[in-house]
C-alpha cells in the first residue's frame, strides 16, 4: 500500500501565500509532531472533483501552526507555494498561527470560508481539521505531516524522514572521529523520535560502535537553547549534531561553528547557512509535495480525498543533500556513492528503518 500511495503522490498539486493571524500578507515555513499517530491509509471514499474552471484563478491558504522564517519546514511550504503562484497564478495566502493553540480552529475556518483548497501545515491542526472539514464538504484539505483518512475532502501527506534521518545518519557515523554523534529534538514526540530512531540506526549501521546522543529542547523557535543542547552534545565528545527543532536547530549551526564541528540541516537543504559547518541535510521537501498536489488538481481536476499519502525516498521527496558545487563539501563522493546505495536498497526494501509510525 505503502508503495501504491508514493506513486499517487507523485501526482499532487497546490499553492500557498503567506498571511500572518494579524491577517497581514506576506509573500516569502519548523519541525512539527503528530499528537495522534499517522495511521496507514484505509479504504475511503475519494472526493469527487470537478476540473476547475480555467478563467477563474484556484484560491489556496497554507495556515502553518508556526510561523515563517525558519528556513526549513514552513519555509519550504511557501516555496511551494511561490512556486504555484508562479506557474499556475493561483492566488495564495499563508496564515501563521505562531504556535498559538487558540487560533488553530479560528483560523482554518478563516481560511476555509475564502479558498478552494485550505494546507494545514502541522500535526497540531489534528482536532481542528477533524471538526471543520466535514463541515466544508465544498473546500479540499491537505493535511501536511499527518495522516488523518476517512474523511472526503481531506488528503494528508506524511513523509518518512526516518528513511532521510538513516541516510544521514549514516554519513555522521562515518565521518566522526570521536565515535560520538548526536542530535537535537524540538521536543519529545512521535514525528521528531521518528527522525531520532532513524539516524541513530543510520549511524550504527555505519559504525557499530558509535555512541548516540540527543537531547529535547522543547522548542522550535529559540536559537539561544539550540545553542546551548549542542555545545552540550560537544563537550561530551559528539562532532556532528543533527538539528532536528527547526529555527532553533540554528543555534545548533552557531555552536559548531564556535567548537570547530560538524552539523546536519533538517527538512530543507540547509548547507548556505554556512557551508564550512553543515556537512549535509536531511530535505523533506514539503514545497514539492504540496504543488505536485495542486499541480494535479488544477490541470485534471482530481483530489485524492479521504487517503493518506507517503512522502519517501521511493517517491524522491526524501533524501539526504549537500548544496551545490560551489560550497565546500567535506562528504566525499565515495560517501555519498554509498548513501546512493543505501537510499536504493531501502526503497527496494532490502534495509527495512525504524520508526516510531509503524
Not at 137 to 152: E, Q, R, S, T, W
Not at 155 to 178: H, R
Request: glycine share 10%.
Amino acid at each position: 500500500m505503502k508503495k501504491i500511495l508514493s506513486i499517487v503522490l507523485a501526482c499532487m498539486m497546490m499553492a500557498i501565500a503567506f498571511v500572518g493571524c494579524s491577517g497581514t500578507q506576506n509573500n516569502p515555513g519548523k519541525s512539527a509532531e503528530p499528537a495522534k499517530s499517522a495511521e496507514p491509509a484505509k479504504t475511503a471514499e475519494v472526493a469527487e472533483t470537478n476540473t476547475p474552471d480555467t478563467d477563474k484563478k484556484v484560491k489556496v491558504t497554507v495556515v502553518v501552526a508556526g510561523g515563517l522564517g525558519d528556513r526549513s519546514f514552513f519555509d519550504s511550504a511557501n516555496e511551494g507555494l511561490q512556486d504555484l503562484i508562479n506557474d499556475y497564478g493561483v492566488e495564495g495566502k499563508v496564515i501563521e498561527c505562531k504556535q498559538d493553540a487558540t487560533m488553530y480552529k479560528e483560523q482554518l475556518i478563516a481560511a476555509s470560508e475564502t479558498s478552494d483548497i485550505v494546507v494545514p501545515v502541522g500535526w497540531e491542526f489534528w482536532d481542528a481539521i477533524t471538526e471543520v472539514a466535514p463541515t466544508m464538504p465544498n473546500v479540499k484539505y491537505i493535511f501536511v505531516d499527518n495522516g488523518l483518512d476517512g474523511i472526503a475532502n481531506v488528503e494528508s501527506i506524511v513523509y518518512a524522514q526516518n528513511e532521510g534521518s538513516f541516510l544521514v545518519g549514516y554519513i555522521a557515523g562515518k565521518m566522526s572521529t570521536t565515535g560520538k554523534v548526536g542530535a537535537v529534538g524540538g521536543e519529545d514526540s512521535e514525528t521528531i523520535n521518528d527522525f531520532i530512531v532513524g539516524y541513530e540506526q543510520g549511524a550504527k549501521y555505519a559504525n557499530e560502535n558509535v555512541q548516540c546522543e540527543h537531547i529535547y529542547i522543547d522548542t522550535y523557535d529559540d536559537p539561544a537553547k539550540g545553542k546551548e543542547a549542542a555545545l552540550t552534545l560537544y563537550g561530551k565528545g559528539c562532532d556532528i549534531v543533527f538539528q532536528i527543532a527547526g529555527k532553533a536547530g540554528e543555534g545548533v549551526f552557531e555552536a559548531a561553528q564556535e567548537q570547530s564541528k560538524y552539523a546536519i540541516g533538517v527538512d530543507a537543504d540547509q548547507k548556505y547557512i554556512n557551508p564550512e559547518v553543515i556537512i549535509a541535510s536531511m530535505r523533506k521537501n514539503v514545497g514539492l509535495s504540496i504543488y505536485k498536489v495542486v499541480e494535479e488538481y488544477i490541470k485534471n481536476g482530481t483530489f485524492d480525498g479521504g487517503k493518506v499519502v507517503i512522502a519517501d525516498t521511493a517517491t524522491g521527496f526524501i533524501d539526504a543533500v549537500y548544496g551545490d558545487d560551489t560550497m565546500t563539501q567535506q562528504v566525499s563522493s565515495e560517501l555519498k556513492a554509498e548513501v546512493e546505495a543505501l537510499k536504493a536498497k531501502i526503497v527496494s526494501g532490502e534495509i527495512k528503518v525504524d520508526s516510531t509510525r509503524n
